[in-house]
């Protein structure tokens, strides 16, 4: 199961590993049914075959955005200063846990960064702590905010809820309609929407009026950017965001004027250090291939790199993205995982069976991979050197802001930092942590259904 904010992460990589078993098999059956085409197709025809560079000027390259006639073309865009985002495990020094069954069952409680509990384990479920220092918890099937105490200051009564948002406003659920409250418990914006996101920094939130097309509405409840969307993700700190229209992918600005015309199969936001990785249109049907772009949409690299899954990264923080070999001339990388930096060049060699993203977060970053050889996870610094030697059945996380990982061990979760010291034993049957945190939150939009 994927953690989202308010659930817990169940750590079944097993599904995740089951299906890249699956999706190579499909590779390696594809690739023999190529390589049995092309040569029939060479003793046939030999002059048909197409070179790399014509397959490869079949390629959709993204559209060109039209500029102001007044400007020259030749005028460069001045350099965007990255924003990076800040996540932390611990939100105001405390960590939701989730303990061993007892006589009461399964309860939620929060530990401090020595393992000690502040709030005892008494909530059905609950989630890390805005940095108002309210939390949503859930008992008697009701969601409701706790203070730092654990006390509730806004008693349980919505059928779901998130977190409060930068502006103090917070996203819940009563009777399949969501609107907003304020700190204060109150409802600010009526239920209205079928679906409802929390706010970005720039205060505007997705919504859906009838459950099929999504739209942008300010603080006060009205349409800023009216439903036209078949989906869509909030802005994000680092730029315009990405929404899909007539099942194609484009970026627009804070007035919905799009900015990067829909022309992808799918697109991410822009990340930490201002480029996104964008879907482009593959040169055959079995093909998913990726690019990265920049704010004018605009290609980044010369290659097109193949994704696993549906699984593909931006950059990190720290100019670095977990990418999979796809030389069948090296067999020892091949279908392997290394590190690709922003010019195309691997600086960590493939050869992860699988690979976590470093940190959005953090420039002074580590990652959770995983050892073919061991089938287990470690974790390794930005030259690609174990800190810590593959001994986790999974590395949770990525790292966060303050510098910590969750990792899971002997079917326990527990915490680790950037040195590789285990700072809570892993002795926890889950432990919920910030969406933002999580490798897969961009897969098929999870982390925006929080």
């Given at each position: 199961?994927?953690c989202?904010?308010?659930r817990?992460?169940q ?8 299906k890249?078993?699956s999706i ?9 049914l190529?390589a ?14 197409p ?6 000027s ?6 060109e955005?039209e500029?102001d006639?007044t400007e020259?073309?030749?005028?460069e ?5 990255p924003?990076?985002?800040e ?19 399964y ?6 960064k ?6 005892e ?6 989630e ?5 220092g ?11 905010y706790?203070?730092k ?20 406003l917070?996203?819940?659920?009563v ?5 907003y409250i304020?700190?204060?418990?109150a409802?600010?914006?009526e ?9 970005s ?6 919504v859906?009026?009838?459950?099929d ?9 009205a349409?800023v950017i ?8 909030s ?7 990405p ?7 484009g ?15 799918w ?5 930490a250090c201002?480029s ?14 990726w690019?990265?772009i920049d ?10 790199y ?12 720290n100019g ?14 091949y ?12 600086v ?5 069976q ?10 002074n970053?580590v990652?959770?991979v995983?050892d073919?050889?061991?089938?287990k996870?470690g974790?390794?610094d930005?030259n690609?050197n174990?800190?810590?030697d ?25 915490v680790?930092d950037?040195?590789?010291?285990e700072?809570?034993p ?5 432990i919920?942590f910030?969406s ?10 999870y982390?925006?259904?929080?």
């Amino acid at each position: 199961m994927r953690c989202k904010k308010g659930r817990f992460w169940q750590g079944n990589h097993r599904l995740i590993t089951s299906k890249r078993k699956s999706i190579f098999h499909m590779i390696l059956l594809l690739l023999v049914l190529l390589a049995t085409l092309v040569s029939a197709c060479q003793t046939s025809s030999p002059s048909s075959q197409p070179s790399n560079k014509e397959v490869e000027s079949k390629m959709t390259e993204p559209k060109e955005i039209e500029t102001d006639p007044t400007e020259s073309d030749n005028d460069e865009q001045p350099p965007v200063e990255p924003i990076i985002e800040e996540v932390n495990l611990f939100v105001h020094g405390l960590l939701a846990v989730q303990n061993e069954y007892d006589k009461v069952g399964y309860k939620v409680g929060y530990i401090d960064k020595t393992g000690a509990f502040v709030i005892e384990p008494k909530f059905d479920y609950a989630e890390s702590f805005s940095e108002n220092g309210l939390a949503t918890a859930k008992v008697n099937g009701k969601w409701g905010y706790i203070d730092k105490t654990g006390a509730f200051v806004i008693e349980p009564q919505f059928d779901r809820a998130k977190s409060f948002s930068e502006n103090g406003l917070a996203a819940v659920e009563v009777s399949g309609k969501w609107g907003y409250i304020d700190e204060g418990g109150a409802l600010v914006i009526e239920s209205q929407f079928d679906r409802a996101r929390s706010f970005s920094v720039n205060g505007l939130a997705a919504v859906s009026l009838d459950g099929d097309k999504w739209g942008y509405i300010d603080e006060t409840g009205a349409f800023v950017i009216e439903p036209q969307f078949e989906d869509v993700f909030s802005f994000s700190v680092n730029g315009p965001a990405p929404v899909r229209v007539n099942r194609k992918w484009g970026y627009i600005d804070e007035t919905g004027a799009f900015v990067i015309e829909p022309q992808f199969e799918w697109a991410m936001p822009f990340s930490a250090c201002g480029s996104p990785a964008a879907l482009s249109a593959a040169v055959a049907p079995t093909d998913r291939l990726w690019n990265y772009i920049d704010r004018t949409g605009t290609f980044v690299l010369e290659e097109y790199y193949l994704d696993w899954g549906g699984v593909f990264w931006n950059f990190s923080a720290n100019g670095l993205a977990p990418i999979i070999s796809t030389d069948e001339e090296n067999e020892k990388s091949y279908l392997k995982y290394g590190y690709l930096n922003e010019d195309g060049a691997f600086v960590i060699e493939p050869q992860f069976q699988y690979a976590n993203p470093f940190s959005f977060y953090t420039s002074n970053s580590v990652a959770g991979v995983r050892d073919e050889a061991t089938e287990k996870w470690g974790v390794i610094d930005e030259n690609g050197n174990y800190i810590v030697d593959p001994q986790y059945f999974v590395v949770a996380t990525m790292c966060s802001t303050d510098g910590y990982l969750v990792v899971k061990k002997d079917g326990n979760f527990g915490v680790i930092d950037r040195e590789g010291n285990e700072v809570i034993p892993c002795q926890y049957r889950n432990i919920c942590f910030p969406s933002k945190l999580h490798p897969l939150r961009f897969v098929e939009n999870y982390w925006e259904d929080d």
